[in-house]
């Protein structure tokens, strides 16, 4: 079977055809065949609306529990209401996911306002290893969210940004700056930056390729053969 190859000129373009073509189980499928097993972040992290998609490169941020504010830290990150979080979100980029993790789930990670000033700069959406609140404002951006699920309660003075554009792990997950993000309702999966062009090409393949097999199946072709002449199930 012929199947064509996706091609692109740059992260715009690409990211534009991942979320028009490809989809999270397929990537995890051609991942699990380059024998990286651990790339889906946690199933708790879901779309706010299970109809947003994102695409684009992480800009890591990390969080950390602060308790209550303060005035007198040691650490001057500390005497900052929201730590570095000001700072990450004025630097993020066009295409850039805004990922989030290491605070304790009893905040909100991300809100509408937040989700605002992303969308303006052009960011590709948020993901957070946490809640997000604002759950209605959010929705009216159409911004993709991805999160635990709705909880009002502020991460001031609860959490504080302390670092960014830095690695960070998720439940075994390594993530890197620069590295892809995509995620859908079936998923968040992390794409390695050293592999992407051949995890995204092979499933492109793939994808494509699922459509025929597909068509076959609906038009009364066995299982058994259509993977003996497909290769794909």
């Known amino acids: ?8 000129s740059d992260d715009k373009e690409l990211f534009g055809k991942m979320r028009e073509v490809l989809y999270s189980a397929v990537i995890g499928d051609i991942l699990d065949k380059m024998h990286y097993y651990h790339q889906f972040l946690p199933w708790r992290i879901q779309p706010l609306d299970k109809g947003m998609v994102v695409a684009g490169r992480a800009m890591t ?6 308790f ?8 001057p990150v500390m005497n900052k209401p929201f730590g570095l979080m000001l700072e990450a979100l004025d630097d993020i980029k066009e295409d850039e996911v805004y990922i989030c993790t290491g605070a304790s789930p009893d905040y909100a990670l991300v809100g509408e306002l937040m ?8 960011a590709a959406g948020a993901v957070v290893n946490g809640f ?19 909880y009002a309660q502020d991460q001031a003075p609860r959490g504080k940004v302390i670092d960014y554009r830095v690695p960070i792990e998720i439940e075994g997950v390594r993530i890197r700056p620069g590295d892809i993000i995509f995620g859908d309702m079936d998923g968040v999966v992390v794409i ?5 062009g ?9 994808a494509t390729g699922e459509k025929t097999v597909g068509e076959a199946i609906k038009k009364g072709m ?5 993977f003996e002449t497909y290769g794909i199930m």
Not at 192 to 196: Q, S, V
């Open 1 to 8: 079977m012929r199947r064509m190859q996706m091609q692109w």
């Open 61 to 66: 941020v990390l969080e950390a529990d602060a």
């Open 68 to 75: 209550e504010d303060v005035s007198d830290s040691h650490n």
């Open 115 to 122: 989700c605002t000033r992303m969308q303006i700069l052009g």
């Open 132 to 150: 997000h609140r604002d759950t209605k404002g959010i929705e009216e951006l159409g911004f993709p969210c991805f999160s635990y699920g709705r």
């Open 192 to 196: 390695p930056r050293e592999i992407e």
């Open 198 to 206: 051949e995890v995204i090409r092979q499933s492109y393949e793939k």
């Open 222 to 226: 066995p299982a058994k053969e259509a």
